[in-house]
T-cell receptor, first 114, second 114 residues
């Protein structure tokens, strides 16, 4: 089974801090994704990556950046955290970039910015 | 632009009742894929089923069944004889085009009452 591991289940940070959310997958998947999940809004794509060092903006990239230095690891960075970035963050991976591939998700990180 | 509508935000049923979760989608692509995911309270989204736009056959897997109708742009999910373990948020999703860009609905929260 595919395992997508997010480094923290719960995280509390302060406004203005630089925040790193880490995600690792163990199945040599090409694609990795970062979403945020908010009540009434569903899942919204922040960034995705289709290869090492490659990234594409999703629907809501403002205030975020990403890093993919190794195939198995995809990091989400909040450059200067703000309270409106309090949310559940979900990482996912898929075998290839083809549209028919299901995504495999981690358990999520519930991030609170105070 | 793609769109997925899950009009039912929350549903409560008594155990052993049947329940149908609605999903309506919009896309201009002729080739696309539809998915259902389950998110239990633990947080991890779990892939349930994928259907491509050329396959309108209904699918049954145990107590779960899916009805795909292109004429009404719907991909509904029915749980027969619901159980408490079915309590979760269920997401319908649509994928098409090049690099995998998935549009999720806002989710339907199902509560099965014992």
């Amino acid at each position: 089974d595919v395992k997508v591991t997010q480094s923290s289940r719960y995280l509390v940070k302060r406004t203005g801090e630089k925040v790193f959310l880490e995600c690792v997958q163990d199945m040599d998947h090409e694609n990795m994704f970062w979403y945020r999940q908010d009540p009434g809004l569903g899942l919204r794509l922040i960034y995705f990556s289709y290869d090492v060092k490659m990234k594409e903006k999703g629907d809501i990239p403002e205030g975020y950046s990403v890093s993919r230095e190794k195939k198995e690891r995809f990091s989400l960075i909040l450059e200067s955290a703000s309270t409106n970035q309090t949310s559940m963050y979900l990482c996912a991976s898929s075998f290839t970039g083809r549209s028919n591939q299901p995504q495999h998700f981690g358990d999520g990180t519930r991030l609170s910015i105070l | 632009a793609q769109k997925v509508t899950q009009a039912q935000t929350e549903i409560s049923v008594v155990e052993k009742e049947d329940v149908t979760l609605d999903c309506v989608y919009e896309t201009r692509d002729t080739t696309y894929y539809l998915f259902w995911y389950k998110q239990p309270p633990s947080g991890e989204l779990v892939f349930l089923i994928r259907r491509n736009s050329f396959d309108e056959q209904n699918e049954i897997s145990g107590r779960y069944s899916w009805n795909f109708q292109k004429s009404t742009s719907s991909f509904n999910f029915t749980i027969t004889a619901s159980q408490v373990v079915d309590s979760a948020v269920y997401f319908c999703a649509l994928s098409s085009g090049g690099y995998q860009k998935v549009t999720f609905g806002i989710g339907t929260k199902l509560q099965v009452i014992p």
